[in-house]
């Protein structure tokens, strides 16, 4: 019997199951003020992701709650430090500290979560949003999302909500989120859920939610102003330079 070719082969099996791990081996405890766009933005994925991976039937979370996570880990070695690892994975130690909900000190032994993503630089709860509102104006933006893109993944509402207060800052449109919403161009409402009533409905949880996050500085199309289905024939529409797809949903700038 050769036992030198059956250790290779045992070591071989050994070392192939030692490779095969969870593709959502990693987890993060989520921190008071976190949300899934911002966790998302951190590890390189989306919210609708997030939500599927860890079957959560809403985007609500809350702190403490641990989610499974696609992303690279890596133990601490005795002569790590933070700058040393982000440097090896090319990565900043804002964003290892921020996936990994640690302090500077690390010890050996520690697993630590490798973000592929970025930290949001959004403003946070405790700062003002980046335009004026209401209770009245966010009930209103929740709708509007409700209506538009109830149906898309949840990058879509905050998508919309975010157009919507991208109008608000822009000279070419009015300056409050009422009057965004209801503006008529040529005779006709600029969203047709004002037209069709649509916009009457109750906001979904997940769209209250949504127009907060974009309300407090989530923008996933980073300055678009214009939105429409994939369906749409409008030619103009069309001709705008691109900024986000996501479900059905087209932005443009």
């Known amino acids: 019997m050769n036992f030198k070719k059956i250790r290779t082969i045992f070591f071989a099996a050994a070392f192939s199951m030692l490779s095969f791990t969870n593709v959502y081996a990693a987890s993060y405890t989520i921190k008071p003020y976190d949300s899934l766009y911002k966790i998302g933005l951190l590890f390189k994925t989306t919210p609708d992701t997030i939500m599927k ?58 697993i630590l979560n490798i973000p592929g993503g970025i930290v949001f630089k959004g403003t946070s709860s405790t700062k003002s949003p980046i335009v004026p509102y209401t209770q009245s104006d966010l009930d209103l933006l ?28 822009s000279s070419q449109f009015p300056s409050t989120i009422k009057d965004v919403i209801y503006e008529k161009s040529s005779g006709y409402y600029q969203f047709t859920p004002v037209s ?5 409905k109750t906001a979904s949880a997940d769209s209250k939610k949504a127009a907060l996050e974009a309300l407090y500085g989530s923008d996933p199309t980073k300055g678009a102003i214009y939105y429409f289905d994939d369906s749409a024939t409008n030619k103009w529409l069309w001709s705008r330079p691109l900024a986000l797809k996501v479900g059905k949903m087209i932005f443009t700038y």
């Open 53 to 110: 991976n860890n079957n959560l039937a809403t985007s609500q979370i809350y702190p403490n709650q641990v989610l499974k996570i696609d992303s690279k880990t890596y133990t601490v070695q005795p002569s790590d430090t933070l700058y040393l690892i982000a440097k090896k994975y090319n990565i900043s130690i804002d964003a290892l500290i921020a996936a990994n909900n640690t302090a500077r000190y690390i010890y050996p032994g520690q």
């Open 142 to 169: 929740a709708r509007l999302v409700t209506a538009e893109a109830e149906t898309e993944p949840y990058t879509a509402k905050v998508a919309v909500a975010a157009v919507v207060l991208n109008r608000v800052k």
């Open 196 to 200: 069709n009533g649509w916009i009457n």
